[in-house]
C-alpha cells in the first residue's frame, strides 16, 4: 500500500494555521462519528452516530449506515460490519484468522497479501469500506472536506501498518490532510481540555470491542502508559446474549424455536438492542415476538425483560472487563487507587450497574457527562483544532 502521499502536511505559519478548517472522525467498529470544534455534527434527518456498515445491493447501488446494518442476516456477505477489525491487517495475521472465526464474510488474500472482501461488487478492502463510510456521513452532515484538515482516532493497539490504512481510509474521502491519535487520548482530551491531573483511567465499552488505558495527563502530549482489552467483547455480545434468553423462553413457553432461520434471529436481536438501550431509562422492556417473527403463532406475543435481568445476563461480561482493568494497571505499575479520574467511553458504558462496578473498583465516580458514543470524536476534534497538540500524533512517527 502506497502511503506516501498521506504524509500530514506541516504548517509553519501560525496565520494559515489560525484560519484552518479542522474535523475529529472517530471511525468506530461499530458506528462512526465526526466531530469538529468540539461539536458533533448532526446527520440531515436527525442523530450524530452512524453505523460503520456498508452493503452491496444486487442492484449495483451501495447502502451506508443504519440502512445497511439491518441488512446483515439477509445478505452477510455483502453487508459490511466491523470492517475495523481488519483495517490495514495481513492476510496472514491473528486479526484476519480471529475476524474469519467471527463473521460471515467472503474474506480473500488481496494481490498485495491483505485481507479484502470479496462482494457481489468485486474486491472491496477494508480501507476502501472505511472511505465510504467516512465519505458517506460527510455527505449526510453536510461537512466539506476540501481543504479540512482531519484527524482521526486509532486504538492504542493498532501498529503503524494499522494506522496508515486508518489514515488512509480518510484521506481517500478527500481531506487536505490526516493525522492519528490514540483512542485513550481523544476521551481523555475531551475531558480535559488541558491537562489538569496525572493519571487517568479510560474505560470503553464499545459495541465489539473492549479497551482499557491508563493515560499520563500531567503534560502535553498526554501519554498513554499501559493499555489493554478484549478484541470480541462489547454490546454486541450482550445482544445476543439478551436475544439467545428470549428464544429460549420462547421456546420453552410456547414451543416455537426463534434460533432456526438466520434471518428471523437476526431481527431478534436487533429488537434486544433496542430493548436494551431503553433499559438504562426504564425498569422494564417488552420484545414483540409477532414482528421479529410473523410466522410466530399468536400465544408467543410480549415478552419483557428487566433491568434487573439485563444486569444477571451481563454479569459474566462485566466481570471479564474487570480482569482487564488488573492487568492494565499492573501494566502501568498503578493502583485502581491512584487514578484520578476515570473516563467512560463507549456505548456499552450506559449498561444499567455498570457505573456502579466501576465506582466500586476504583473507589471514584466515573465521568459520564460526555456522551460516551461521541467522547472519542470531541476528543479528535479538539487535537485537529489545535495544531501544536496534533502535531505530536504523526501516524508514521
Ligand atoms: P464502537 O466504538 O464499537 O464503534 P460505540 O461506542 O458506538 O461503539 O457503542 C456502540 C454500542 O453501544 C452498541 O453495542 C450499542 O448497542 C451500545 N449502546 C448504545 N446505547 C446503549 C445503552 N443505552 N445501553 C447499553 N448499550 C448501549
Ligand atoms: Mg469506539
Known amino acids: 500500500m502506497d502511503v506516501s502521499h498521506i504524509r500530514p502536511h506541516i504548517h509553519r505559519r501560525p496565520m494559515s494555521i489560525r ?12 458506528n462512526t462519528v465526526v466531530a469538529r470544534n468540539f461539536e458533533t455534527l ?40 466491523s470492517a ?11 486479526y484476519t484468522s480471529q475476524f474469519r472465526e467471527h463473521y460471515p464474510y467472503d474474506l480473500l488474500e488481496g494481490p498485495d497479501g491483505w485481507a479484502v472482501f470479496k462482494t457481489r461488487a468485486g474486491i472491496v478492502c477494508p480501507v476502501e469500506v472505511g472511505s465510504t463510510i467516512i465519505a458517506g456521513l460527510c455527505e449526510r452532515t453536510n461537512c466539506p472536506v476540501q481543504d479540512v484538515h482531519a484527524v482521526v482516532t486509532a486504538p492504542v493497539g493498532f501498529d503503524n501498518r494499522r494506522r496508515e490504512a486508518t489514515a ?24 480535559l481540555h488541558r491537562s489538569s491531573l496525572k493519571y487517568a483511567f479510560v474505560y470503553d465499552l464499545g459495541g465489539g470491542t473492549f479497551d482499557a488505558a491508563v493515560v499520563d495527563c500531567s503534560s502535553y502530549p498526554f501519554r498513554v502508559i499501559g493499555h489493554g482489552g478484549d478484541p470480541y467483547l462489547g454490546g454486541d455480545d450482550v445482544d445476543r446474549t439478551i436475544a439467545l434468553h428470549i428464544a429460549n ?31 438504562s431509562e426504564s425498569e422494564q422492556a417488552a420484545i414483540a415476538i409477532p414482528s ?14 428487566t433491568r434487573e435481568q439485563l444486569q444477571q445476563l451481563t454479569l459474566d461480561l462485566v466481570r471479564r472487563t474487570f ?19 476515570i473516563f467512560l467511553a463507549g456505548g456499552s458504558t450506559r449498561l444499567p450497574g455498570l457505573n456502579a462496578y466501576i465506582e466500586s473498583y476504583f473507589g471514584k465516580r466515573p465521568r459520564t457527562d460526555l456522551n460516551p458514543m461521541q467522547v472519542v470524536g470531541l476528543g479528535a476534534s479538539l487535537a485537529a483544532a489545535r495544531p501544536a497538540v496534533a502535531e505530536l500524533l504523526d501516524p508514521c512517527a
Do not use: H
Not at 53 to 71: E, M, Q, T
Open 168 to 191: 488512509l481510509a480518510v484521506s481517500n474521502a478527500k481531506f487536505a490532510s490526516v493525522r492519528v491519535i490514540e483512542e485513550p487520548i481523544a476521551t481523555a482530551l475531551a475531558y
Open 323 to 341: 480482569v482487564t482493568c488488573d492487568e492494565v494497571l499492573a501494566q502501568a505499575g498503578l493502583k485502581a487507587r491512584d487514578m484520578e479520574a
Open 42 to 81: 448532526p446527520m440531515e434527518g436527525g442523530g450524530c452516530v452512524m453505523p460503520s456498515a456498508v452493503a452491496f445491493l444486487p442492484s449495483g447501488a451501495k447502502l451506508i449506515g443504519k440502512a445497511a446494518r439491518r441488512r446483515r442476516a439477509m445478505d452477510p456477505r455483502n453487508t459490511i460490519l
Open 84 to 94: 475495523k477489525r481488519v483495517i490495514g491487517a495481513r492476510w496472514r495475521s491473528s
Open 292 to 305: 421479529v417473527d410473523p410466522a410466530a403463532p399468536e400465544s408467543c406475543g410480549i415478552i419483557s425483560i
Open 19 to 30: 484560519k484552518r478548517k479542522t474535523v475529529g472522525i472517530d471511525l468506530g467498529t461499530t
Open 249 to 279: 423462553r420462547t421456546l420453552a413457553r410456547d414451543g416455537w424455536d426463534l434460533g432456526t432461520d438466520a434471518v428471523t434471529f437476526d431481527r431478534l436481536v436487533l429488537a434486544c438492542e433496542l430493548a436494551k438501550c431503553e433499559l
